[in-house]
């Protein structure tokens, strides 16, 4: 029988992924660096190519190959900018479009037909509207960019990931003298002007960008040269070494996924931690790498049931493409401690703590947790919330806000808390409910997303309606009067971590996916 060091499977894997150490946002960094590391022990080798961090160099981590992107270049010039300018205009130009035909259904005078693109620069727009809306696109080919003696290499991304959606081609030669009719033509932004006919050619203008001219430092820009980047380093790995499959994770590397795909030919999994397009507030740069990179995608691992359920219903991705495999946690790091010195540290001894940990964002519902508490407020006058992640956001003595702290505070702050509490509106799975529960933590959760595939209801925690103060203060008060179903819930929840979300089996269950894809 192998042992644990031996390597059980001759697989070298290319993970993908924006976050890793010592840069991670949630969920998808947690994710990617646990399961590298246990991966490295059981197959060849572990690559994870991945963005720029400075002072750090390529290297490794454990048994983990790391390759970080150079530092992107900022546009310093007026070249470099129009480039980033133009992949703007893509973004605004679905949204035009899906807003022309919500407003137009029953207006056969204005109704669109089919999607006739011509500029190189608006084929990424063309390929997220076809997904988006099943118009037939005719396009216009001027010339290949990829033939030119220096592509655009944004051109050239973009052109390859619209082709296959296209119905119809059509050569430059003689196509000013046909007539379509009618005709939905695109334009740029100009300041001061606005839809308007000229003659049979209705012409909306795309909004302003996104980004002003002058700010040179953009997130968006350097977030797609690092894409570009990434997909550049995983085709010079290969060049020098073997890489058999390419793994990527969240939606901010999905570009590099694509192009990497398209040069490497390397079958392609993506574990859909979220789907950017169902967030409260999408990322629109994530929106459009999603809908490129999920054609090209051999097999989908989803980390909760409702997230198959979203791949399903948002791409149109069978079911039988689709593995559910969740999250885990290290219960040797997360486990029951004692925590006096954070209780002295921060006065919460005779205080009856709620926890919450999470980003500052609307889709985590934080508001609802905090009208709940001030409706305890009355009735349990030692209840405190701790939110870790978030500056003071009120004037609240029972309410203590910590914007960051270390992994070591973070296990004791789970140990010495009574409650921990997700009230997210919108949550694919929840990390952060794994590691209350690890630490013997009872949890209160949402009825939505992944939670109920975490929280087993009325044995290791509870579950409530979304959006609703009245359901979460319940929930609270509920448990705050049964001290011993507190301390049930916790051992339970420990049980259910260690038997159901190690990182052992999550890795076990990774490679099987990985050999179906290989064989």
Not at 275 to 289: A, D, F, G, Q, W
Not at 381 to 392: F, N, R, T, W, Y
Not at 482 to 506: A, H, L, T
Request: hydrophobic share 35%.
């Amino acid at each position: 029988m192998a042992t644990r060091q031996q390597k059980t499977n001759d697989i070298s894997v290319g993970f993908l992924s924006y976050e890793f150490p010592p840069k991670i946002y949630g969920g998808v960094g947690v994710h990617v660096t646990e399961l590298t590391r246990h991966l490295a022990e059981s197959i060849r080798q572990v690559h994870v190519f991945t963005s720029h961090v400075e002072g750090l160099e390529c290297g490794k981590a454990g048994n983990v190959f790391v390759h970080r992107s150079s530092k992107p270049v900022l546009p310093a010039s007026n070249h470099s900018y129009n480039m980033f300018e133009r992949k703007l205009r893509n973004f605004n130009v679905p949204g035009m479009i899906d807003n022309h035909l919500s407003n137009n259904n029953n207006n056969n005078n204005t109704k669109v037909d089919l999607l006739h693109s011509q500029e190189e620069l608006v084929r990424m727009a063309e390929t997220v509207v076809k997904n988006g809306t099943q118009l037939s696109p005719v396009m216009t080919q001027h010339d290949t960019d990829i033939s030119r003696p220096k592509p655009d290499k944004l051109g050239v991304f973009i052109k390859q990931n619209v082709v296959d959606k296209v119905d119809r081609f059509n050569p430059e030669s003689g196509y000013m003298q046909r007539k379509l009719n009618p005709i939905f033509g695109i334009t740029p932004h100009v300041e001061g002007l606005y839809g308007q006919n000229a003659g049979s050619v209705y012409l909306p203008n795309s909004s302003k960008y996104l980004v002003p001219a002058s700010n040179y430092s953009s997130r968006d820009f350097e977030r797609v040269m690092t894409n570009f980047n990434v997909a550049g380093m995983v085709e010079e790995h290969l060049s020098n070494a073997e890489l058999d499959l390419l793994h990527s994770h969240g939606g901010l590397i999905q570009m590099a996924a694509t192009e990497a795909k398209n040069d490497t030919g390397l079958p392609l999994v993506m574990t859909a931690h979220s789907t950017e397009i169902n967030r409260l507030k999408p990322y629109r740069l994530s929106v459009v790498m999603e809908h490129n990179v999920v054609d090209k995608v051999d097999r989908f691992i989803a980390v909760s049931r409702y997230m198959r359920r979203e791949l399903n219903q948002t791409f149109g991705i069978n079911y039988n493409k689709i593995t559910v495999i969740p999250n885990g946690v290290d219960t040797a790091v997360f486990k029951r401690q004692d925590a006096d010195d954070i209780r002295r540290k921060y006065q919460l001894d005779n205080r009856f703590v709620v926890l919450f940990i999470g980003r500052d964002d609307p889709q985590k519902g934080v508001k609802y947790l905090v009208n709940a508490v001030k409706k305890l407020a009355s009735q349990i006058p030692e209840i405190m919330l701790v939110m870790v992640g978030h500056q003071d956001i009120c004037n609240e003595k029972h309410i203590l806000c910590l914007p960051r702290v270390s992994r070591g505070e973070l296990v004791k702050l789970h140990s010495l808390s009574d409650v921990f509490v997700l009230p997210s509106v919108y949550e694919p799975f929840g990390i952060v409910l794994l590691e209350a529960m690890a630490c013997e933590t009872p949890c209160v959760g949402i009825r939505t997303g992944g939670m109920p595939d975490i929280i087993d209801h009325n044995r290791t925690g509870l579950l409530v309606e979304p959006r609703s103060d009245e359901g979460l203060s319940e929930a609270i008060a509920k448990l705050y009067h049964d001290p011993e179903k507190r301390c049930r819930m916790g051992k339970k929840g420990r049980d259910r971590v260690i038997s159901d979300f190690s990182w052992k089996d999550i890795s076990d269950k990774t490679i099987e996916v990985y050999q179906q894809v290989l064989h």
